[in-house]
């Protein structure tokens, strides 16, 4: 089994700073793509941005510019740096990733979810 536990949510003025991470534990034998999600009310989830094994990563349009998706893989952690937060930035942001077991499997990953405020 996978456990990812994130850490960094909170409520932040408009135009402000935000980092979240989240570190994976378990019988971890490496961990291929990470990435965060997050989920608005009345709104779908959508992926926000992902990482690759080898750094390659890729970001939904709205948030281009103003996050940067990273990994520490000694860590077997992802990080979210969010910049010039907006309003609509405000949701419940789930940590994904796919890790590879020392059994063998690949198992996809799912974090808690932390609440991350934008408001005056």
């Known amino acids: 089994q996978v456990q990812l536990v994130e850490s960094g949510g909170g409520l932040v003025q408009p135009g402000g700073s935000l980092r979240l991470s989240c570190a994976a534990s378990?019988?971890?034998?490496?961990?291929?793509?990470m990435g965060w999600y997050r989920q608005a009310p009345g709104k779908q989830r959508e992926l926000v941005a992902t990482?690759?094994?080898?750094?390659?990563?890729n970001y939904v349009d709205s948030v281009k510019g103003r996050f940067t998706i990273s990994r520490d893989n000694a860590k077997n952690t992802v990080y979210l740096q969010m910049n010039s937060l907006k309003p609509e930035d405000t949701a419940v942001y789930y940590c994904?990733?796919?890790?590879?077991?020392?059994?063998?499997?690949?198992?996809?990953?799912w974090g808690q979810g932390t609440q991350v405020t934008v408001s005056s």
């Open positions: 994904n990733a796919d890790v590879r077991m020392r059994t063998g499997p690949i198992l996809k990953s």
């Open positions: 378990g019988s971890i034998f490496n961990i291929r793509a």
């Open positions: 990482i690759s094994s080898d750094n390659n990563t």
